[in-house]
């Protein structure tokens, strides 16, 4: 018989314990469940990554250009 996980789901009526439910699920099929969302999580980080690099590379130009452009008269005035 293959691995398996379970779980019993107490069934109560008016505070009282009257049976319970077992929820059994194969190992292996848990496993190749969790493999699976990593891989689709992995693939949203990635996409994402894909899609804020380029954005973060525009906004920090736009940020860098003006001091680029101050740096020549600060070497001047400061005798660098």
């Known amino acids: 018989m293959p691995a398996s996980t379970s779980a019993l789901i ?7 314990l009257v049976g319970s439910i077992a929820a059994l699920q194969s190992k292996e099929l848990v496993q190749k469940n ?3 969302m ?3 999580l992995g693939l ?4 994402c990554l894909l899609i804020i ?3 973060a590379w525009y906004f920090s130009n ?3 250009r003006p ?8 070497s001047q005035c400061c005798g660098r």
């Open 34 to 36: 969790t493999w699976e």
């Open 44 to 47: 949203i980080a990635a996409a």
């Open 67 to 74: 001091a680029h452009r101050v740096e020549p008269h600060f």
């Open 53 to 55: 690099a380029p954005v």
């Open 10 to 16: 107490p069934l109560y009526a008016d505070k009282r």
């Open 38 to 40: 990593v891989r689709i």
């Open 62 to 64: 736009t940020v860098a």
